[in-house]
């Protein structure tokens, strides 16, 4: 899970756009000390901060920065764009395959936010 995966998957998190350290160690298939690193250097450029919950203090969630937001959405618009670009030449039915062959590798990988 990279800085984009981090920003994207807090934004799509809804207000107030933070999650636990754990649920990201869960998402991103890596040791806790990767994403500790990766989190300690999106910290230090403002994109995120870490916050005490405030019924549990022994849990800290991570929660995207105003700035963070700002950074996904130029990000994102590039993304769209660019996704835009790749998927130019395939027509609707092509789209809705790859669309229900993505949703399936999703399932099997374990995204329990797919419907």
Not at 27 to 52: C, F, H, P, Q, Y
Not at 63 to 77: A, N, Q, S
Not at 83 to 106: G, I, P, Q, S, V
Request: charged letters at 35%; proline letters at 2%; a positive charge.
């Amino acid at each position: 899970m990279g800085e984009f995966d981090v920003l994207t998957t807090l934004q799509r998190s809804g207000p107030p756009y933070e999650l636990t350290a754990g649920a990201f160690r869960k998402a991103a298939m890596v040791t806790s000390g990767a994403i500790t690193n990766r989190i300690d250097r999106m910290e230090a450029k403002g994109l995120v901060e870490r916050v005490r919950d405030t019924g549990d203090r022994r849990t800290v969630k991570i929660r995207l920065t105003e700035r963070g937001h700002d950074v996904t959405r130029t990000f994102m618009k590039e993304h769209l764009a660019n996704e835009a670009r790749l998927l130019a030449d395939f027509d609707r039915e092509e789209c809705e395959e790859l669309a229900a062959k993505l949703r399936k590798l999703l399932v099997a990988l374990g995204d329990t936010t797919i419907k």
